[in-house]
Each structure stands twice: as structure tokens, then as C-alpha cells.
């Protein structure tokens, strides 16, 4: 799996030009270098080689005392210069490893090289596109090059495997990676083996990949279509394959090209990188806890099933607040609950204190769970602390058992025909008076009507 990974940076890899946004005007994040003008000098951009170095020292790689970079040469219209500066024989780093649910994927590079810009096709679907256009917003802008070896087994499998990718990458703060805004590119080379054999066959590059469900697809799509080739007597040709959302199925786009057809060559306007042994070393000891290893941690130390353990560890911001929500209500799984149920989906962060304080209220039933929803919302809009909110709403729960005694009573006089179908056996009755005797009072809390109802009609 080669996975482009575009690290967050201000500025494209060997210019000043600002790394745009989606919907920016075609062509507006330019200059003479990225334009690949006569005459220009590239100049090495520090932050993406920081980010490129965490993501490897995450990753476990090597990482050696020399790296340069090369020219990679070919033509094509999105690529100004006729060539791309990328690594080749002396990349970042080597050697590295993803854990994956329990076994590993090695990692054979990490490495930096420059985007290329982006063809627009014109036309109508009767004639197709009559005109092409080139916008270089990206062009020029860094890309890290995460290439792993055939280690994936199957579509789940990578699916996964990009999925903790970008997890890891997230938590360490080396790239935002949302594939819809084209921040993580996954691209599968594929190919199959006969059963009982270790050698590979011929395999295929699928390009353009843009969510885990098309990579999905689009892998059971692939191997599929090279086992059906294979057992018809024919050859699986190397070549670049796209795929088609809309028809759910791989397309062939060109012929695969071997390493010595770029016909690569040092960079001469760029000086080789000696990685200096003691920045290497501050940026291992400021990476964050990873994503495996606070996933064990919350299952060790906080009792979480593997599965709550594992949604909240992919978020580090969500994880560190759920630790501290837990230690403030010292409720782990309830708070496991909100964090998962509540906060996750509503793309907000509450304070852990107000967090824990919600579910204390729900706890101890001082609220409902549905206003428990209800306060925490307004409380990570701006207002106020639960307690607060509760005493303004006037939400708080009546939990006195005279009072709640009062109304079961009063409910149980004025419904005889119901009473007496509950005395009959007709069980479901008594959801009916509960609600008459929330009806009476919204607060009553409807744990201890229910119960009160149990008694007096046994």
C-alpha cells in the first residue's frame, strides 16, 4: 500500500506559496517556483521534514544520518517542471512497523517529495471532454510517501490499515488526513497467488481512492477481477487502474512504469540533509502516546471493553477527555458511554468537569438520561456549568418518596379500569401509569414511580 499523506504545514514544500483550501480560485496559490519556472532555486520546507520525522519515529522506522532528494522525470500536464522532486535511493527513513489489530505491517519507507497539480476535464456527456485545464493550487505542495510491503491480506485488512494510519497520524499532529479534502491518498498495488505458492503475481495500481469505503470496494473489485483473468488462461498486465464510484468497478488508465523508466537522478538545486542525532532524539521524547498503547492503557487502567477502548483512542482529543471526565465522576463506563454516544457525534468538546458532572446528575438520578442530552448541549454552547442549567430549567428530578408516593396514589385512584387490567396480568398497563404520573409532575423521577407502582398494585 503506497498511502500520500499531505503533513500540515502553512506553506508548500520548497516555495513560500500558502497551501490553499478546497474552492480556492483555480491557479491563485502560485509562483515561479512551484510553476516550475527557468531559473528558479527550491527551498527545503523545515516544518514538512519535522512532520515526516515524527511519522516515522511513530512508525519505528530507521532513520539514517544522510538523505537527499531526486528527480523523478516524466511529462505530464499537471507536472510544470517535466519533473517531480521526490526520494529515491536515500529516503527519510526504512524499516518500520504499524500494529494492526495484534500483528504487524512493516513499513518499508517513509518519505518527502512535492504534489502535482490537478487537470480539470470540460465537455457534456454526448461528446465527452473537449477541453482540458490545468490548476496548480497543488502543485508543489508536501507529500509524505508511507509505502508498506505486501504484508495486507485482504480488503478488510487495508481498510484497517489506513484507518490506523491516519489515527496514528492525527494523534502525533503530523497531518489532519481527511481523505475528502485530498489529505490522504490510499493507493493498493494488488496481485494474487495461487494457493499453496509464496510467489506474487503481476500486480496493478489503483489510483484516485478517496474515502476507506471505495478503498474497500474497490480492492474486492480488483482481486476479484485478476483471479477471473487468471482462471480464464489470461495475464494480469502492471498497469495503473482507476476506479469508478459510479460503476463500482476498476478501470485501466496506463501501463505501469518501472522505477528506471523516471530515469532518476540527484536534485542539483537541493543539497543533501544530514538529520541531526539530537533533534531526531526531541522528537521521539515529544511524541504523544500512541494509539495502541493508550488503547491497552484504557482497557488496564480504566476496565473499558475493547471496543469503547479502541473508539476512543482514535481520537486523542476525545481521549483526553474521557480520562479526565473519568477521574473527576470515577463512573469509567458511564463516562465511556457519554464520550461514545454523546460528545463523539456532536463534533463538540464539553469541559471534563462539566462532562463528569452530567453524568453524575444521570447517575444518581438527579436528571433524566434525555435531559442529561439536554444540559450537556447547552453547556458546550456556552451555558453554564449542569448544576446550573438544572436550577434555571428547573430539571431537577423529584426524588422525594412522599411526594412521588402522593401522585402514584392519586394516579391509581383515577385510572380503576387500568388497575384492574394490571391485577389481571396485563403487564404493559403499567407503562400507561407511569405516564400519568409523570404527567402530573414532567420531574418525578420515573424510576422510583415505577417501582412505588410495582408495590402498591402487587
Known amino acids: 500500500m503506497e498511502v500520500h499523506v499531505q503533513p500540515r504545514t502553512r506553506t508548500k514544500m520548497f516555495c513560500g506559496c500558502a497551501i490553499g483550501q478546497l474552492g480556492d480560485p483555480p491557479n491563485s496559490n502560485v509562483c515561479e517556483v512551484c510553476m516550475g519556472m527557468p531559473g528558479v532555486l527550491p527551498v527545503i520546507n523545515k516544518a514538512a521534514v519535522e512532520a515526516c520525522l515524527k511519522t516515522a519515529l511513530a512508525l519505528k522506522c530507521e532513520i539514517p544520518r544522510h538523505t537527499k532528494f531526486d528527480r523523478k522525470n516524466y511529462m505530464y500536464p499537471d507536472l510544470p517542471k517535466g519533473y517531480q522532486i521526490s526520494q529515491y535511493d536515500l529516503p527519510m527513513s526504512v524499516n518500520g512497523v504499524l500494529e494492526l489489530d495484534g500483528r504487524q505491517v512493516r513499513i518499508r519507507r517513509v518519505h518527502l517529495e512535492e504534489d502535482t497539480g490537478k487537470l480539470i476535464h470540460a465537455g457534456d456527456k454526448l461528446h465527452k471532454a473537449r477541453e482540458s485545464f490545468v490548476d496548480l493550487n497543488r502543485a508543489g505542495v508536501p507529500l509524505m510517501e508511507i509505502v508498506s510491503e ?180 470515577g463512573d469509567n463506563k458511564r463516562t465511556a458511554n457519554w464520550v461514545i454516544g454523546e460528545v463523539a457525534p456532536s463534533g463538540k468538546s464539553p469541559t471534563p468537569d462539566h462532562l463528569a458532572e452530567v453524568v453524575t446528575l444521570v447517575a444518581t438520578g438527579k436528571i433524566t438520561r434525555d435531559q442529561g442530552r439536554e444540559v450537556l448541549a447547552e453547556s458546550m454552547n456556552g451555558g453554564g456549568s449542569p448544576s446550573e442549567i438544572v436550577a434555571k430549567r428547573g430539571l431537577a428530578q423529584v426524588s422525594d418518596p412522599a411526594a412521588v408516593r402522593a401522585a402514584v396514589e392519586a394516579v391509581i385512584a383515577e385510572n380503576p379500569k387500568a388497575v384492574q387490567d394490571y391485577r389481571a396480568g396485563k403487564v404493559r398497563v403499567l407503562d400507561f401509569l407511569v405516564a400519568q404520573v409523570l404527567k402530573r409532575d414532567r420531574q418525578i423521577d420515573r424510576s422510583l414511580a415505577n417501582d412505588l407502582l410495582k408495590e402498591l398494585l402487587s
Open 150 to 329: 505486501p504484508d495486507i491480506r485482504s480488503a478488510d485488512e487495508a481498510r484497517d490499515y489506513a484507518q490506523a494510519l491516519r489515527t496514528l497520524l492525527r494523534t502525533i499532529g503530523a497531518s489532519e488526513a481527511e481523505m475528502e479534502k485530498g489529505q490522504l491518498r490510499a493507493e493498493p498495488n494488488i496481485s494474487i497467488r495461487r494457493y499453496g505458492t509464496d510467489d506474487l503475481g503481476v500486480k496493478t495500481e489503483l489510483k484516485n481512492i478517496n474515502s476507506f469505503r471505495a478503498l474497500h470496494r474497490a480492492i474486492e473489485f480488483e482481486v476479484k477481477r485478476q483471479i477471473e483473468v487468471v482462471e480464464a488462461g489470461g495475464t494480469v498486465v502492471q498497469e495503473t487502474r482507476g476506479w469508478s464510484e459510479a460503476e463500482q468497478r476498476t478501470f485501466s488508465q496506463r501501463s505501469k512504469e518501472f522505477a528506471e523508466d523516471y530515469r532518476y537522478f540527484p536534485e542539483p538545486d537541493l543539497p543533501p540533509l544530514e538529520l541531526d542525532r539530537a533533534w531526531i532524539e526531541d522528537l521521539r521524547r515529544a511524541l504523544p502516546e500512541l494509539p495502541g498503547s493508550r488503547r491497552a492503557r484504557l482497557i488496564s487502567d480504566y476496565g473499558l471493553p475493547a471496543a469503547d477502548a479502541a473508539s476512543i483512542a482514535a481520537d486523542r482529543d476525545l481521549a483526553d477527555l474521557f480520562e479526565a471526565a473519568a477521574r473527576a465522576s
